[in-house]
């Protein structure tokens, strides 16, 4: 398959076409985008109460591929009634996640049992019957609670409510395996987890690294902010081990001198071995201190360790950081002079930053270099994490995570005199691992695919099966259901976000929360999740105490309580009514007043860290294509990197030669965890030698279950595998 000049462009327009005529056609596409609810996709964020494809500056159209992708998804057909009896459970699970999405809308709750091979459609009292018995019948900490980033403030809110006055704290949401490390390395650093900047501080921008990510494919919409960067004369800096096409040249199709002539979106492309983060971050600081760019007097007002981390960057070795980066002094000193000549810097990164088993000292280094020269607590400057699920954190904000923050604790107590359990919980790998020792039985996740997220995908499998029940609350069929079973497993269907019958709140990560109106459901049988989890709340919890869950059932209820107990939440008490959308005060930094015990940032100091892998290996990072969100695959071809098929393993051409392996042979690819048979090795120019890539989630067989020991976050990237050829038997006839 040949990779194209640029992305996006006449083939993205034709490609929206085709998906909205096989989802109905075009108006009723555009109708279900324009609607006032905020995407479903990315953490970017659009739409809301200004209109599906506007974002917070009111610009519009703001849409992507992802966007039209999501809502084709929701706009097909539920799954035929058959499809139960005619499948069985061995047979789903050789389904490819792209089979699996495309069967249509869940409209029926299903049960699976050990004993027999079908999910058997049951009814709604049978389901959640069956459910709250087996939890109420458990002690508290023997279930865990797993949140995706889809679902609402109002749902999420509401089941990790649920889950604490059941009596566990085991409650988790998906950004362990992706931004934890970014919140953690942001608290630790400048005393917030979150983006320091709005989005009109990136649009005022004249420097904007990228590093280790790839928004062109993920997150679309940011490429016309980036463009917008370079025409005003400012410099994109892309920090990739991938060269990708669409952090090149992008045709948007939304500009009409974009689409036509396209739009050149990195001015300097660099690309460290995977792994060599740290150490290039490290030398652009020193070639920064050493050019005489570092604003000492910001950093001694307004920074702890500064002094120390100034020493160690004079003391640190110039043949560490190069050996360590793969990148060359000449490099280092061009990009620190980018940076240094700058006046308004935004530094943004993805999860090729936060998957590495020094995830957390990644983003602090991140945040030394913007402190560095002042880039931090003031506008048109920031630091950035580039999030991935819609609301993933605003369902942090509201309170999923397995330590309750002290702020909500004690206002629930407060306001509602709740007792909730004070025992520690644990992150998702954490529960995952008791699971699989059988210290927890039983799992309710709402939405996602916790299966497919995990890293060690046969350890996950493994852990999922030794549960006694499992509950999805999902609107598709993922590959969590075909291979994440427990013992009893019960998937229920739930209404799209623009489906719900009451209004719903979600959060962006530039801080924003808005207000989606829902809409009308266009299939019988999902429920809406907040009326489920209410439902279940009466079943388990029972209406003894302050709670009542009949009240639970609606959104502005839940709201109501948010604005009680969620610090800078005051103002979703009456959103319903006042339509207006916010940002969470306390969070953007425009002065550099920090949220910290003494109002300073905080330096931290990080040794280089050399560089992993001997002759024969490479070093792996797990990565997703143009047609997949997540675990979701909406595409089989990766058409910016000229794939045509997800079971390959993208190899330079150097690489290949040095290794004796023919360029599209089958070749078995082995990892401390695992190993994959029967990928296709395909010669790959645009990745850094030495390094190799593969499609998540496909590759998690690979993935060991070493974590960042400061954020639990596993390490998806700098996987160290070996590549053999697979010898075919040859056959002669006679």
Known sequence: MKKPSSAGGFRAIAYTLRKARAAGGFWRMFGALRS??????????????????????????????????AMAADLQGGIPADFWQTYSLPQLQRFSPYDLEHCGRLT????????????????????????????????????????????????GFLLQLLARLHGTNNVNNCSYYCHQASGVGLKSSVGTGTATLELEDVEHADCVFVIGGNPASNHPRLISVLRQVRKRGGEVVVINPIVELGLVNFRIPSNPMSLLFGSKIASKYVQPHIGGDLALLTGIAKRVLERGEADLEFLRQHCRNSDEWIEHLREASWDDIVAGSGIDRETIDTLAALYGKSRNAVFS??????????????????????????????????LLPIRGHSNVQGIGSVGVTPKLADTIFQRLRQHYNLELPTSPGLDTLGCMEQAADGRIRGAVCLGGNLYGSNPDAQFAARAMQNLDLVVYLSTTLNTGHAHGIGKETYILPVLARDEEPESTTQESMFN?????????????????????IATLGEMIVGDRGPIQWSDMRHTTRIREVIAKVVPGYESV??????????????RILHTPQFPTEDGRAVIHVHDVPPLLGDEGELRLMTIRSEGQFNTVVYEEEDLYRGQDRRDVILIHPSDLQRMR??????VTVTSSAGAMTGVIARAYEDIRAGNCAMYYPEANVLVPRSVDPSSRTPSFKNILVRVSAEQLEATVKV
């Open 36 to 69: 006032k609810n905020s995407c479903k996709t990315c953490a970017v964020g659009m739409g809301g109460q200004k209109g599906g494809m506007v974002n917070e500056q009111g610009s519009w159209p703001e849409f992507c591929k992802k966007s039209v992708q």
């Open 349 to 382: 990164w993805t999860m090729g930053i936060t998957h590495h088993s020094n995830g957390v000292q990644n983003v602090q280094a991140i945040a030394n270099l913007a402190l560095m020269r002042g880039m931090v607590g003031r506008p048109k400057a920031g």
């Open 512 to 532: 924003f929360v808005r207000l989606s109106d829902g809409g009308p459901r266009r299939l019988d049988g999902p429920r809406s999740e907040v009326e489920l």
């Open 108 to 155: 029926q709750p299903v049960k699976y049992s050990a004993e027999g091979q079908y999910y058997q459609p049951v009814s709604w009292e049978e389901a959640l019957s069956g459910i709250a018995s087996k939890l109420r019948g458990w002690k508290p900490d023997e279930s865990f609670w797993y949140f995706s980033g889809r679902s609402s403030n109002e749902a």
């Open 661 to 666: 392996i023919v360029p599209d042979s089958t």
């Open 573 to 586: 008490a009456d959103i319903d009514k006042t339509k207006r959308e916010f940002h969470i005060p306390g």
